[in-house]
C-alpha cells in the first residue's frame, strides 16, 4: 500500500506538458482515483466551474498545474492575461479547495517570481528581495501572490498547501509554437527548418549573454510526485538542476544537436531576460530526496529526437 492507494487525486493541466509527464508518474504510483480535464471540461477562471469541477471529482489531493505559460515574447504579449488568469486560477482553486476539505494541495510556481537580481544561487529565502525581470513579472508575481495565499491558509485554517518552485523546463511533448514556446524548443524549430530550407544563417532574440538553469520534464514531474507525498511544510521549494547555462554556449549545443550548418546572429535589440537564472536546489534534496537525474546533454538529444519524429508528425496532422 503507498500512500497514494487511499487518495483520490486531481491534477489541473494534466493534458500539458508538464501535466502529462506527472499524470504518468502518478499512474504508477495506482491513487485510488487519478483526474484531469481540459479547459473545454472545466474553466478554471470561472468560480462556478471551479465548483462544479471539485463536485464532480472529490479529490483529497489536488495538484495545480494549469496556467498560461510562455516564453518572453508570449509574456511581453500577453501581460494582463497572464496575470489574471494564473491569479484567479489559483486564488479560487485553493479557496475551494479549503471549503471542501481538501486534503493536501500542492502549488506549482515558477523561477520567474524570483527577483532580477536575486544572488545566486537563488535561495528560497531571497524570494522577496526584489522585484522580477519586468518582462515576465505579472506571470511571476500572479504565481508568487498564490504562495501568500497557501501560507496565510495554512496559518488561519491549517490548510496543507505546499509551494514548489521550478526552474525553466525542457523535453519530449514540449511547445514547438514560436509565437508561445520557451527558449530551447523554439531553438530546437529554428535549427531545425533553416537546415531543411539551407538557410544560411538563424537570428537569435538578444545578446546570449545571460545564463539559465534548466530541468527535464521528467525530473520534475518526479519532484512533484515525491514533494505531495513527502512534504507538508509552508515554505517554498526550489525544483531544479542547479546547472547554469549561458544562452550562448546552449544555442551552440542546440546547433550541433540539430546538424545545423549555418551561422547564428545575435539580435541585440530583442530582450534577453533575466540576466542570470541558478537555483539553490538544497532544500528539495533535504526535504523530499528530489536531485535532478538527466544532463542537459542527455536532456538534448532526447528533445531533438522527439521533435525530428513525433513533433513534426503532430504538427504535420494538426496542419
Ligand atoms: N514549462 C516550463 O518551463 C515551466 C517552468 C516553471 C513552471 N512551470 C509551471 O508548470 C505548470 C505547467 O506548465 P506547462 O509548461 O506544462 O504548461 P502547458 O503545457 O501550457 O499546460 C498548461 C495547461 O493548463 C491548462 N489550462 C490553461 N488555462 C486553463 C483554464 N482556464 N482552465 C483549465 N485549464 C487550463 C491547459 O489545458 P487545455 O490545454 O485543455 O487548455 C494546459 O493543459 C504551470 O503552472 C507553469 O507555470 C512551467
Same mark, same amino acid.
Given at each position: 500500500?503507498?500512500?497514494?492507494?487511499?487518495?483520490?487525486?486531481?491534477?489541473?493541466?494534466?493534458?500539458?506538458?508538464?501535466?502529462?509527464?506527472?499524470?504518468?508518474?502518478?499512474?504508477?504510483?495506482?491513487?485510488?482515483?487519478?483526474?484531469?480535464?481540459?479547459?473545454?471540461?472545466?474553466?478554471?477562471?470561472?468560480?462556478?466551474?471551479?465548483?462544479?469541477?471539485?463536485?464532480?471529482?472529490?479529490?483529497?489531493?489536488?495538484?495545480?498545474?494549469?496556467?498560461?505559460?510562455?516564453?518572453?515574447? *508570449?509574456?511581453? &504579449?500577453?501581460?494582463?492575461?497572464?496575470?489574471?488568469?494564473?491569479?484567479?486560477?489559483?486564488?479560487? /482553486?485553493?479557496?475551494?479547495?479549503?471549503?471542501?476539505?481538501?486534503? #493536501?494541495?500542492?502549488?506549482?510556481?515558477?523561477?520567474? =517570481?524570483?527577483? #532580477?537580481?536575486?544572488?545566486?544561487?537563488?535561495?528560497?529565502?531571497?524570494?522577496?528581495?526584489?522585484?522580477?525581470?519586468?518582462?515576465?513579472?505579472?506571470?511571476?508575481? *500572479?504565481?508568487?501572490?498564490?504562495?501568500?495565499?497557501?501560507?496565510?491558509?495554512?496559518?488561519?485554517?491549517?490548510? &496543507?498547501?505546499?509551494?514548489?518552485?521550478?526552474?525553466?523546463?525542457?523535453?519530449?511533448?514540449? &511547445?514547438?509554437?514560436?509565437?508561445?514556446?520557451?527558449?530551447?524548443?523554439?531553438?530546437?524549430? #529554428?535549427?531545425?527548418?533553416?537546415?531543411?530550407?539551407?538557410?544560411?544563417?538563424?537570428?537569435?532574440?538578444?545578446?546570449?549573454?545571460?545564463?539559465?538553469?534548466?530541468?527535464?520534464?521528467?525530473?520534475?514531474?518526479? =519532484?512533484?510526485?515525491?514533494?505531495?507525498?513527502?512534504?507538508?511544510?509552508?515554505?517554498?521549494?526550489?525544483?531544479?538542476?542547479?546547472?547554469?547555462?549561458?544562452?550562448?554556449?546552449?544555442?551552440?549545443?542546440?546547433?550541433?544537436?540539430?546538424?545545423?550548418?549555418?551561422?547564428?546572429?545575435?539580435?541585440?535589440?530583442?530582450?534577453?531576460?533575466?540576466?542570470?537564472?541558478?537555483?539553490?536546489?538544497?532544500?528539495?534534496?533535504?526535504?523530499?530526496?528530489?536531485?535532478?537525474?538527466?544532463?542537459?546533454?542527455?536532456?538534448?538529444?532526447?528533445?531533438?529526437?522527439?521533435? /525530428?519524429?513525433?513533433?513534426?508528425?503532430?504538427?504535420?496532422?494538426?496542419?
Amino acid at each position: 500500500m503507498s500512500w497514494w492507494s487511499k487518495r483520490r487525486v486531481t491534477v489541473t493541466g494534466g493534458h500539458g506538458f508538464l501535466g502529462r509527464r506527472v499524470m504518468a508518474f502518478l499512474n504508477e504510483q495506482a491513487p485510488a482515483h487519478l483526474a484531469t480535464f481540459h479547459s473545454r471540461e472545466y474553466d478554471l477562471t470561472h468560480q462556478t466551474e471551479v465548483a462544479r469541477m471539485y463536485h464532480d471529482q472529490r479529490p483529497d489531493v489536488v495538484i495545480h498545474l494549469a496556467a498560461r505559460v510562455g516564453g518572453i515574447g *508570449a509574456n511581453r &504579449n500577453h501581460p494582463g492575461s497572464f496575470f489574471y488568469q494564473n491569479a484567479i486560477m489559483g486564488i479560487e /482553486l485553493i479557496e475551494q479547495a479549503r471549503q471542501n476539505g481538501i486534503e #493536501k494541495f500542492v502549488q506549482v510556481g515558477t523561477v520567474c =517570481a524570483y527577483p #532580477k537580481f536575486a544572488r545566486v544561487p537563488f535561495s528560497e529565502d531571497a524570494l522577496w528581495d526584489g522585484y522580477p525581470e519586468e518582462t515576465n513579472a505579472p506571470y511571476g508575481i *500572479a504565481k508568487k501572490a498564490l504562495l501568500v495565499q497557501a501560507q496565510a491558509y495554512r496559518a488561519q485554517y491549517g490548510f &496543507n498547501a505546499i509551494y514548489l518552485l521550478p526552474t525553466n523546463l525542457y523535453g519530449p511533448g514540449d &511547445n514547438f509554437d514560436l509565437e508561445s514556446s520557451h527558449v530551447i524548443p523554439a531553438l530546437i524549430r #529554428k535549427c531545425v527548418e533553416a537546415g531543411q530550407q539551407r538557410l544560411p544563417s538563424i537570428t537569435v532574440w538578444g545578446t546570449g549573454r545571460p545564463t539559465r538553469e534548466f530541468l527535464y520534464v521528467d525530473d520534475a514531474a518526479r =519532484a512533484i510526485v515525491l514533494a505531495a507525498e513527502r512534504y507538508d511544510r509552508p515554505d517554498p521549494v526550489n525544483v531544479g538542476s542547479s546547472d547554469e547555462i549561458s544562452i550562448r554556449e546552449l544555442v551552440d549545443r542546440i546547433v550541433a544537436a540539430t546538424n545545423y550548418a549555418g551561422r547564428v546572429i545575435w539580435d541585440g535589440s530583442k530582450p534577453d531576460g533575466q540576466p542570470r537564472r541558478k537555483l539553490n536546489v538544497e532544500r528539495a534534496r533535504q526535504e523530499f530526496g528530489f536531485e535532478a537525474q538527466v544532463a542537459l546533454a542527455d536532456g538534448l538529444r532526447r528533445t531533438v529526437a522527439w521533435y /525530428l519524429t513525433d513533433g513534426l508528425a503532430a504538427a504535420r496532422h494538426a496542419a
